[in-house]
């Protein structure tokens, strides 16, 4: 009865009346679904940036670090590649057989001849490894100089000490004098190259 009662309550309203109460009504309507639609598509608008903010920062340090990475890429080519050259003055093995090909090849450039060659044994000293082999050279002598400058060329250290030299064979006419560059010479040397030392290896005592 009481529905038909409010009813016929507004049945009784004039048409100004019934205006401003639909006026009203809707505006009630209007501000329920504001606060109920509007507000739950702010809270995902809200999600939403928050989200992205999220992502922003996590892009961020990904980016970050994919450069460190990088870095440490680089720095890790370049200490290989400096210890490659490293070991190319100081290698950790005699490496008798390239020592002897690296000799013997600036021998042939040189026009020298290496008639002999013999490892000798290896020195101990505080921070490396002598490695010596005593050579026998027989050539001219700005052969011999060439020989000994482009020993001195090469990647791996080698020094070239205790030079003795023999004038063996001058190829100038009898009762004239020698050219210089008709004049051979016998040159025995100790060349030295160098190696890393070991764990537990001591400096020799007593030698050089």
């Known amino acids: 009865m009481a529905p038909r009662t409010q009813v016929g309550s507004l049945a009784k309203l004039s048409l100004p009346a019934k205006i401003v109460f639909g006026t009203i009504l ?3 309507v209007a501000a329920l679904y504001f606060v109920v639609f509007f507000t739950d598509i702010d809270g995902q608008i809200g999600q939403a940036h928050a989200k992205e903010a999220t992502l922003k920062g996590d892009l961020q340090k990904a980016e970050e670090t994919k450069v460190a990475y990088q870095k440490d890429v680089e720095d890790r080519a ?13 290698p950790d093995e005699a490496e008798t057989p390239s020592f002897l090909s690296s ?5 042939t450039i040189s026009g020298v001849s290496l008639t002999s060659y013999k490892p000798e044994d290896e020195i101990v000293d505080e921070y490396y490894v002598r490695v010596p082999m005593s050579l026998e050279l027989v050539g001219r002598f700005h052969q011999i100089a060439r020989f000994f400058y482009g020993v001195g060329q090469l990647d791996r250290v080698i020094n070239i000490e205790d030079i003795e030299i023999v004038v063996t064979e001058k190829a100038g006419a009898k009762g004239k004098e020698a050219d210089s560059d008709d004049v051979f010479l016998k040159v025995n040397c100790m060349a030295t190259a160098f190696r890393a030392k070991k764990d537990g290896e001591t400096a020799s005592k007593g030698k050089r």
Do not use: P, S, Y
């Open 78 to 90: 370049r200490r290989q590649q400096i210890e490659r050259e490293q070991k190319k003055v100081l």
């Open 26 to 28: 809707v505006g009630v």
């Open 103 to 107: 000799v013997q090849g600036v021998a």
